[in-house]
């Protein structure tokens, strides 16, 4: 096969030398002429362009018919000839969302909600610092608040009813925290899961910059575009279900306890003594406060609310984001699932 493309290719260069040869031959005349009358440039246009048509024809219609022969000849002659790249169209390289150094400054500016956020942490720990009751003797086992933790352990029973419901309250937020912001915590200038885990030990302190500092995700998304635990364990119905029935038990518990005026008085008396006390009820109370924002973009992802629509539910919105604890685990165990 490669010898007879080369005796076809010879044969071809050689018929076209020939070919070229007797072109030159049969315009001779033609340019005879145009030498005869002193050149192109002293002839008229119209007839200076009919001149150099009569010397162009002869050539391009040889070229054509030959061009042609060889075609039928050697089909596959075309595909050894160059052919140059097609062009591509031009299009703008766009880059991935992202936040640069100036962007979050300008985020608050721009949402009230995030400047709130942003300012109730920079207060709170200033407040838990420098005016809080209580100290942060954490190494004596002797202290008011190491005395709680152990009595915690040791028997929950024995604990205030009401700091029991908010030590408690302070684990099931964060995991509540986590089946709301997972879902948009692609893009996000600061990573969702560090921070979110960081809470379930320091509450607010722990999430706070993050809720400041996060952009806004309402777009809808499919489950397939997330991690394999966001997929499978906080967008499952067994894991909001885990948690509203945690939720159910310790308010229910905390009613039982609230007609008890002792209980009351032993309460306000931990909560002007001991930090532990002091923080985890504001603690509580902050995070509580702020879980409307993540409940309603939440809501918005899965199609429940419209950014900047008139007829939102309201009343739904704050059914779920108003009761503190039990509104956002039933939230969580109500809300549609995502799409696959």
């Given amino acids: ?67 042609a022969a060889c075609e039928e000849r050697f089909p596959w002659h075309t595909h050894l000839m160059y052919r140059p790249p097609r062009p591509r169209p031009c299009r703008p390289r766009t880059s991935a969302p992202s936040m640069s150094s100036e962007e979050p ?58 700091f029991f419901f908010i030590f408690n309250s302070l684990g ?28 379930f030990a320091l509450g607010f302190g722990a999430v706070g910059p993050y809720l400041a500092l996060r952009q806004p995700r309402p777009e809808p998304v499919r489950a397939s575009e997330l991690g394999f635990f966001t997929r499978n364990v906080t967008e499952s119905r067994l894991y909001a279900g885990g948690l509203f029935l945690a939720s159910l038990a310790l308010t229910a518990g905390l009613f039982a306890a609230l007609g ?27 995070l509580s406060a702020f879980a409307f924002d993540p409940i309603r973009e939440d809501m918005s992802r899965r199609g429940w609310w419209k950014p900047g629509s008139g007829g939102n539910n309201v009343g739904r919105l704050l059914a779920f984001s108003m009761v503190p604890l039990l509104g956002p685990a039933a939230y969580l165990l109500a809300r549609p699932p995502l799409e696959k």
């Fill in 105 to 162: 400054a300008g985020a608050l500016l721009r949402r009230p909600v995030r400047a709130a956020i942003a300012l109730t942490w920079l207060l709170v720990v200033a407040y838990v610092v420098e005016l809080s009751p209580g100290s942060f003797d954490s190494m004596s086992p002797d202290s008011l608040d190491n005395q709680l933790i152990m009595k915690a352990f040791a028997d929950p029973s024995a604990l205030n009813p009401l």
């Fill in 1 to 67: 096969m490669a010898v007879s493309r080369t005796t076809a290719r010879a044969a071809s260069l050689h018929l076209a030398w020939r070919l070229h040869a007797a072109i030159l031959l049969s315009a001779a005349p033609a340019r005879g002429a145009l030498v005869a009358t002193g050149g192109c440039h002293a002839m008229p246009a119209a007839a200076r362009h009919s001149a150099m048509s009569s010397v162009r024809a002869p050539y391009t219609n040889a070229v054509s018919a030959r061009a």
């Fill in 260 to 286: 008890d005026p002792a209980v009351m008085s032993e309460f306000a008396t931990l909560f002007a003594t001991s930090k532990l006390v002091h923080v985890s009820t504001i603690d509580f109370a902050i």
């Fill in 172 to 199: 099931i937020l964060p995991g509540v925290n986590l089946a709301l912001l997972l879902p948009g915590a692609m893009r996000q200038p600061l990573p969702t899961a560090p921070f979110v885990a960081a809470s």
